[in-house]
Structure formats: structure tokens, C-alpha cells
């Protein structure tokens, strides 16, 4: 078969559920990884006997991941088990009034006390119209490739009638009388990095999709799943190379020809995938001195998104909650307004500080010795665009952490610690090469109008594609696994002179 090797930077959901797709269909798949291990953002951190996710533990939308099993013939029910859950997750306030998200809607309105009559009628609207918007998205831009660079939820799309330039705080203001259901329903565009008052309110599909489909746990964990992507992706036919980190896209007279890796040697390809982060492909893998390459340029306009810091931390004892919390949990700022200030427009480390505080035994009991106790914090930061000087500030940010993480629980979280690890932005980039350290791709604040992500198809050089966060549709596994499928398709269709 003539046009049939294929080369993808990076063994994350992206490149992985990609390479699954085109080993398959009988395409020559190797990737290389730049870590001994696969996954990337999936892959827990471990300390002793103690395991702590990072990101990707919710998993919506599950028959994204039915579809790529069965797409190359296989049961996703023979590789891992899924376990729906609810409530899927709790919001908490310095008051100590907290809101809690169910499957239903239904129990959402009901259990919540924050609800008085009119932002009942509230709810009852913005679930509607939020369904509406997910409609409209899944059919006309989730699953179709898009070419041109403009915002994609403006003309292309027709999404104009359902106002995307609205922000989540300026429709949630209007439809809500109290203040922390207004903040909330404002606060989904934070899962993707963006910030309440300034990000498209679109990000409410996130509740929607949750409530609509479930939300489910991969019994095992993020491991598990990495583990099953890796073993379906070997059955295929793939191969992956560790520890081999991409230097430069080698590109001759308009079209891929292969990778240089970091040892100097040249892997020759056909076609190339970037499962990488967009901005940094584009920066810096790419040679655009000698030519101009208009989505390099698109690419280098747009800012990158903020950054985490993550804490996790191993007790000997578990700890004894003041407020009930769940296994997924959001710590809200005491004033959301100041907050965002300083962390978007000051880019500095907010003085009030808001975390997602994971409770990994609530996730998995196996993620925790018997008897003893763990946390995971994850808190939004600038990125390194910022003149933090993390070597110096990790330690004291992570006292900070603990100071109001304290003020959770009864017992003495300091004096419990037996083991911690923190993450910083800068180990972040190291980590898995994230451009500035931005946790979710490109921002996806809507102040500059910017595009929040890259077409799947480099037009510039034929057989370049993009896969992942930064790439069409966006972040999270459903849709990261649509990129996958999108790629695959346009490979497969350009083959066919489609
Ligand atoms: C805190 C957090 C929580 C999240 N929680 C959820 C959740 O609960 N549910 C959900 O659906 N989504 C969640 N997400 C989003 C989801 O985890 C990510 O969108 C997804 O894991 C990204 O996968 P990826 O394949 O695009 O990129 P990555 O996971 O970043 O993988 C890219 C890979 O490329 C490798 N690489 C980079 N450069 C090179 C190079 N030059 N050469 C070779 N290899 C290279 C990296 O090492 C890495 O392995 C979360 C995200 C964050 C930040």
C-alpha cells in the first residue's frame, strides 16, 4: 500500500486513540512518546501506595469510547469497566453554602436549598436553552472538520441565534436572584480555563452533557484506561517508541516527509500527527523562518490559556471533614469578582483562592491504603507568562494551600502529612512540553475573539495534522476522541482522492 506510514508526536488520548483508528485500517503506526510512560495528563502521580489523578477521571459522553472500540471491532466492555456515578460533584462556598450537581435535574433543583422560586423558573430555563446549544453543537460543529480560522461558533457554524459572544455571568445574572447559583452557572467555562465574565456561556454544555449522557469513573482509574487504549493500539498493529522526544516536523516542498528525534535520527513518514500541545507544535517543531505558514501565525496570535498548580498529599489518618464533601469538589473564592482580577487581568496568584479538591479514596478506595487518608488539590494560576518565580514560590504557594485547605477540616492536615508532591506551570511544561504551561491549550477567553482551537488539517503542509487539546474540537476526552475520529477520516478520505 503506497502513502501508508504514519508518525504521531506523543502517546496521549489524542495520539493514542488516532494511531488505534489508522493501525486498523492497515496504516504503518508508530508514536513517539518523549516520556518512559503513556497517557500524559492521564497518567496518575504515585507515592508509596498512594495514587493520585491528574485530570481525565470523569468520563462523559461514554460512547465516544464505545465507538472507538468498536471502530476496529472490539467491545470496550472486554478492556475496562465503567461505573456511573451521582452526584457528580460539589460547590462550596467560604459561607459554607455549597450546591451539588446530580444526573437529574430533577434532584439538582431539589436537593440544592439555594433554590427559591424564581431561580427555580431560572433553572428550569437555562437547562433548556443549554440543551438546545448542546444540539446544536454536537450536530453542527463537534463531529465536523472545520477549515478556515474564523471562530468557529460564529458564521460557519450558524450558531449566531444563540448569542456565543454572551458571557457566562452576563446570562447566569439574568436568569438567577442569588448570587452563588448565578456564579456557578457562570463558572463551567473554568473546566476549560476561561473565565466567568469574559468566556461564551456555550461552556454550559458541560453540565448538559453531563446530566444528558452521565458521568462515569473507569473502575481502576485513568491508569486503567491508558493501559486498555495502549493494549488495543499494540493489538492493531502500532508501535510505540519511549523516552523519543520530536525536535522538528522535517517538511520538504510543501508536505511532511518525517520527524527529527532528539538522538539526531530522522524517522521518515508519510504523514505526520501532532498530539503535542498546538501552540508549542506550532512554535516550535515547525521551521517557519525560511516560510510563512498561516496557521503558524494563527497559532503564535492566540494567547495560551492559565496554568495549575496540583498538590496532592498522602495522611496517615483520614480527614475529618467539617462540610460533607464528595469525591470531586469545587472550593470557590470569597469574591469571584477580585479573584478573577488578579488571576486573568494581573496574571499574578490570586490572594483568595478558589481549587477543585479531589478526595481520591472517594474516587477509587483502591487509590488509598486502609486506614489512611489523601487530598488532591488543583488550583488555576497564571501562566509562565507571569514573573512568578516558581523554584522560589512553589513552597510558600503550597503553605498558602494548606492554610485554607485547613479551614475544611477538623483534624491537623500539617501535622497528618506523610508524604506530598507538588506540580508547578514550569513542571508542567517540562512535563509534557505545554506551551507557557497552559494547562488547557489556547484561552479561551473571548475578549480578543480569538479561535479556542486549530483546525485538525494544516493547510500549509499537506499530510500535517493535529490531534488533542489544542486541535478542533477542543479539550476533554469525548472530544479529543472526535479529533481522533476527524483525522483518521480526513486521512483516510485524502487516500481516496475524497
Ligand atoms: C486538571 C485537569 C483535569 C481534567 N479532567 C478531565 C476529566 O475529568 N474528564 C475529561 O474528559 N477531561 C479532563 N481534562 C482534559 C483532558 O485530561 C485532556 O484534555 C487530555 O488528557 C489531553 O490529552 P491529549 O492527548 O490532547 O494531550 P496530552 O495528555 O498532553 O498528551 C500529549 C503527549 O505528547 C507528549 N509529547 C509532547 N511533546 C512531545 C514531543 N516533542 N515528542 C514526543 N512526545 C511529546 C507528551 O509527553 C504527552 O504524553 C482535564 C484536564 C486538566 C488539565
Known amino acids: ?141 463537534f463531529s465536523k472538520p472545520y477549515k478556515r480560522s474564523l471562530n468557529p461558533f460564529v458564521p460557519e457554524f450558524g450558531f449566531r441565534n444563540l448569542r456565543p459572544g454572551r458571557s457566562g455571568l452576563r446570562v447566569s445574572t439574568r436568569l438567577f436572584t442569588s448570587e452563588e447559583l448565578r456564579i456557578i452557572h457562570a463558572f463551567w467555562s473554568m473546566f476549560c480555563g476561561g473565565a466567568p465574565s469574559v468566556s461564551s456561556h456555550f461552556y454550559r454544555i458541560i453540565p448538559a452533557v453531563m446530566q444528558r449522557w452521565g458521568v462515569y ?80 501565525t494563527e497559532a503564535q496570535k492566540r494567547t495560551p490559556g492559565i496554568s495549575l498548580f496540583i498538590y496532592h498529599m498522602a495522611l496517615k489518618t483520614p480527614p475529618v471533614e467539617k462540610q460533607a464533601l464528595l469525591g470531586f469538589n469545587v472550593i470557590m473564592p470569597q469574591n469571584l469578582r477580585e479573584w478573577e482580577r488578579e488571576l486573568f487581568s494581573e496574571n499574578r496568584l490570586p490572594s483568595d483562592l478558589m481549587f477543585y479538591l479531589n478526595v481520591p479514596d472517594k474516587i477509587d478506595s483502591a487509590f488509598v491504603p486502609e486506614g489512611q487518608g489523601a487530598l488532591s488539590v488543583i488550583c488555576p494560576v497564571p501562566n509562565l507568562n507571569s514573573e512568578i518565580n516558581w523554584p522560589q514560590e512553589s513552597y510558600r504557594f503550597r503553605d498558602h494551600i494548606l492554610t485554607a485547605l485547613q479551614t475544611l477540616f477538623e483534624n491537623d492536615l500539617r501535622s497528618d502529612l506523610i508524604g506530598e508532591r507538588y506540580i508547578t506551570p514550569v513542571m508542567l511544561q517540562d512535563m509534557f512540553n505545554s506551551y507557557q504551561g497552559a494547562a488547557w491549550g489556547f484561552s479561551p477567553n473571548q475578549e480578543k475573539t480569538e479561535v479556542p482551537h486549530l483546525p485538525n488539517q494544516c493547510r500549509d503542509i499537506e499530510n500535517l495534522y493535529l490531534v488533542g487539546n489544542g486541535a478542533h474540537p477542543g479539550p476533554f476526552l469525548p472530544a479529543i476522541l472526535q479529533s481522533a475520529e476527524i483525522v483518521h477520516q480526513e486521512i483516510v478520505n485524502g487516500r481516496h482522492g475524497k
Open 1 to 141: 500500500m503506497k502513502n501508508n506510514s504514519v508518525l504521531i508526536i506523543g502517546a496521549g488520548i489524542g495520539g493514542l486513540a488516532v494511531g488505534i483508528r489508522l493501525a486498523a485500517e492497515g496504516f504503518r503506526v508508530r508514536i513517539v512518546e518523549k516520556n518512559d510512560y503513556p497517557g500524559g495528563w492521564l497518567n496518575p502521580v504515585r507515592i508509596g501506595d498512594f495514587t493520585f489523578p491528574n485530570a481525565g477521571s470523569l468520563i462523559t459522553m461514554p460512547q465516544q469510547l464505545e465507538t472507538l472500540f468498536s471502530s476496529v471491532g472490539r467491545s470496550l466492555s472486554d478492556y475496562l469497566e465503567l461505573e456511573e456515578f451521582s452526584p457528580i460533584m460539589r460547590f462550596i462556598f467560604s459561607d459554607e453554602h455549597e450546591y451539588t450537581l446530580y444526573r437529574e435535574a430533577a434532584d439538582t433543583l431539589m436537593k440544592n436549598s439555594l433554590f427559591g422560586l424564581n431561580d427555580q423558573q431560572g433553572y428550569t430555563a437555562y437547562g433548556k436553552r443549554s440543551d438546545r446549544i448542546l444540539d446544536e453543537f454536537q450536530t453542527k460543529f
Open 217 to 296: 469513573l473507569v473502575k481502576g482509574g485513568t491508569s486503567t484506561l491508558v493501559n486498555a487504549l495502549v493494549k488495543l493500539f499494540h493489538e492493531c498493529g502500532g508501535e510505540i517508541q519511549y523516552n523519543s522526544e520530536a525536535q522538528s516536523i522535517q517538511v520538504y516542498n510543501g508536505s511532511v516527509t518525517g520527524v527529527r528525534l532528539n538522538d539526531n535520527s530522522i524517522r521518515m513518514a508519510d504523514y505526520v500527527i501532532s498530539d503535542a500541545d498546538t501552540a508549542y507544535t506550532c512554535r516550535y517543531l515547525i521551521d517557519s523562518d525560511r516560510f510563512r505558514y498561516s496557521f503558524v
